[in-house]
């Protein structure tokens, strides 16, 4: 918003006159943000929500909601995400859940079924559990740290393993200009050397080399006396952006869509979790549940539920 007002010379409008378009549901996942930059920017904003920017507390958006629904056709699925999603659960969508709880249910390998977990360890060990049954040896990929970084922070994997056949995910978007890949795409390691990775991705003619990315760990600080926020880099993590990915959390299937899953929220801790989870399904005889999803389970945001819309 300060940006585009100095540029357009339009300080006294929003956005210096830009119509600008936001798009999203307010009932998936809230953002996340590390506890030190909120230490910073709770001084100035009273949530990490968009609608608490100081622009739109001044000017009201206009909301618009849309009704039709394109990765489900379903009435009793899309009714079932509703109550979910708003919290109002009743008899017959519990009944709904608890037929799809499966708790002795395995998949075989290369089924088209993902899991989804609420905890990153528990990715973690069913990525490696799938990784040690398929044939051959594994390579292992050590990431390079530098300086300070934190390995409560590291953004991949320290120690990366990866077989051919291995079912993996991108963790950024591509830097160079040819865009092969974006953060959450999901591919097959084809072939992998000691510096080279290839990965072939579904409705891709030609296979992608990986190369390392760098990920910088920068500490902000305000400046009082230029009223702005300086920025120092304190460290690196350099690796390949790729994780294994048979089971990746909720938090990352955030916009993906998945016609299997095997779905394991009954530990949710996040408004919107639960949702989100089993939103991705396109269809309710894809829907596997590892856990039974209890009322508990579902939570939602008090303020999102206040919203004047």
């Known amino acids: 918003d300060p940006i585009l007002r100095h540029v357009r010379l339009q300080h006294n409008k929003p956005f210096g006159g830009v119509q600008v378009l936001f798009i999203g549901d307010l009932f998936q ?5 590390p506890d030190n930059e909120w230490s910073l920017l709770s001084q100035f904003y009273n949530s990490p929500y968009f609608f608490d920017s100081r622009v739109l507390r001044d000017e009201q958006p206009l909301y618009i ?18 109550q979910v999603r708003n919290n109002d659960l009743n008899s017959e969508g519990i009944a709904l859940l608890e037929r799809r709880f499966q708790p002795a249910f395995r998949h075989r390998l290369n089924d088209g079924y993902i899991i989804l977990t609420t905890h990153n360890y528990k990715a973690d060990v069913i990525n490696l559990e799938e990784l040690q049954k ?28 990866l077989k051919v056949g291995a079912q993996v995910m991108f963790l950024r978007n591509d830097m160079d200009k ?9 591919g097959v390691v ?21 190369k390392r990315e760098t990920w ?34 909720t938090h990352k299937s955030q916009g993906l869509t998945f016609e299997k899953a095997v779905v394991d929220a009954g530990a949710a801790f996040a408004p ?18 590892r856990s039974p999803i209890l009322s508990g389970s579902i939570l939602t945001d008090a303020r999102i539920m206040d919203l004047p819309l």
């Open 190 to 210: 084809t072939k992998r050397e000691y510096d080279r990775i290839f990965v072939q991705c579904a409705n891709e003619d030609r296979e992608i080399e990986v």
């Open 134 to 161: 398929l044939p051959g040896r594994s390579l292992s990929y050590p990431a390079e740290v530098e300086g300070e970084f934190s390995e409560r922070s590291f953004p991949a994997d320290e120690m990366l393993q």
């Open 178 to 186: 040819s865009k092969r890949y974006f953060n959450v795409l999901i």
């Open 216 to 249: 910088e760990n920068i500490r902000y600080s305000w400046n009082k006396n230029t009223r702005t926020l300086d920025e120092e880099v304190l460290g690196s993590f350099r690796q390949y952006p790729l994780r294994l990915a048979w089971s990746i959390t």
């Open 272 to 289: 919107g979790q639960v949702y989100v989870a089993l939103s991705r399904l396109t269809g309710l005889g894809g829907l596997v549940l």
């Open 65 to 82: 909601e849309f009704t039709r629904i394109y990765r489900q056709s379903e009435d009793q699925f899309i009714n079932l995400l509703n």
């Open 29 to 33: 996942l809230p953002p996340i943000i």
